[in-house]
Structure formats: C-alpha cells, structure tokens
C-alpha cells in the first residue's frame, strides 16, 4: 500500500477510500452510460399494479452506488443482488419471494444464458433486449450469439431492439396472462 501512495503523491491524484466511493466519484464517465431512454421506460412501466424488480449477477456494494449516481433507485421496489440473496441468479432463491406474491414474473435482460435461460426454467416469461447490439461494431456483433447450440431449449417470449418497445410488450403479456 506505501508504494501506492507514493505513486499517488508523484502523480497528484487521491487514492479511492472504496470501490464504491470510486463509482460515485466516476458516475457519468464516458465509460459508464445509460441505456436510451431508460429514465422514461421506467416512468412508464411504474404503476401502482406493477412492480419493477432489479435482478443483476452484481454485487450490491457496486450497483447501489450506480443506480443512485444516474438517479435511478426509486424506480426499483427491490434490488436483487447475489450477496442480498444469498443465491446466483440462475437459482430460484435469488429471487426470493417475488414469485410467491406476483402472478406474472417478466425478465428483461441482454445476455442469453444469465438472463434468459434461467427465467424460463423459472416460469417468467422473458424479454430480450439486443439494445447493446446498436452501439456495437456490425462485426462484434456475432459474439453475442455464442450461445446458440442444440442445447438451447427455450426462446425468449420477445426480443426488442429498443428499450421504448418495451412497456408495449409488457403490456401485452400482461393482457395474455393475466
């Protein structure tokens, strides 16, 4: 650690007290950017019958200090964690009793296998979003499928490209399911 501050002290910069302070500090960077229009997809889908459930493979320590950084916690009845839940998200225990107490559980997510795959073995139905893919070189894109195999066994319930499709889809498997 001495050494650390000696570099610190001869590069002028402030060494981070945490990993979270740190994300505070750098929230908005060009790094780390929102979603198009997440702040009024949100407000749409909020509404006093549904509830919005963050499920993310992060920790709590590190997605908290985001989430409040872009002004975006209010939006969540709750945050699930793997370290809050004591389970990976690939278990049913990561989300507690949510499936218990709704009658129709929808996962939106990005990723195949840490998204998708789990939430249809789990009964939700499953939304999935190539809004990554927009901002991605047309020749990186092909990476995102890695997961297609003969073992895939289920498809997502939709697939949008944009995050403004969303409160329609939810809509409607709403209308069909409930």
């Known amino acids: 650690m001495h050494q650390c501050r000696t570099i610190a002290k001869e590069l002028e910069i402030q060494?981070?007290?945490?990993?979270?302070?740190?994300?505070?500090?750098?929230?908005?960077?060009?790094?780390?950017?929102?979603?198009?229009?997440?702040?009024?997809?949100?407000?749409?889908?909020?509404?006093?019958?549904?509830?919005?459930?963050?499920?993310?493979?992060?920790?709590?320590?590190?997605?908290?200090p985001?989430?409040?950084g872009f002004g975006l916690i209010?939006?969540?009845?709750?945050?699930?964690?793997?370290?809050?839940?004591?389970?990976?998200k690939k278990a049913i225990e990561f989300y507690g009793d949510w499936p218990s107490?709704?009658?129709?559980?929808?996962?939106?997510?990005?990723?195949?296998?840490?998204?998708?795959?789990?939430?249809?073995t789990h009964g939700f139905k499953a939304i999935w979003t190539f809004q990554s893919l927009c901002n991605m070189n047309p020749f990186e894109r092909p990476e995102m499928f890695h997961w297609i195999t003969e073992e895939q066994q289920s498809e997502p319930d939709a697939i949008i490209f944009s995050l403004k499709e969303l409160p329609s889809v939810v809509t409607d498997l709403e209308r069909k399911y409930l």
Do not use: H
């Open 15 to 64: 060494l981070q007290s945490s990993a979270s302070q740190a994300i505070q500090d750098y929230i908005g960077m060009p790094q780390m950017s929102l979603y198009d229009d997440v702040r009024e997809v949100l407000r749409e889908l909020s509404t006093p019958e549904r509830a919005i459930v963050l499920a993310t493979d992060g920790l709590c320590k590190f997605q908290i």
């Open 66 to 68: 985001i989430l409040q």
């Open 74 to 88: 209010s939006y969540f009845d709750e945050i699930l964690t793997p370290d809050s839940s004591n389970a990976l």
């Open 101 to 120: 107490k709704t009658n129709l559980q929808i996962m939106v997510g990005d990723r195949y296998k840490d998204d998708m795959a789990p939430a249809k």
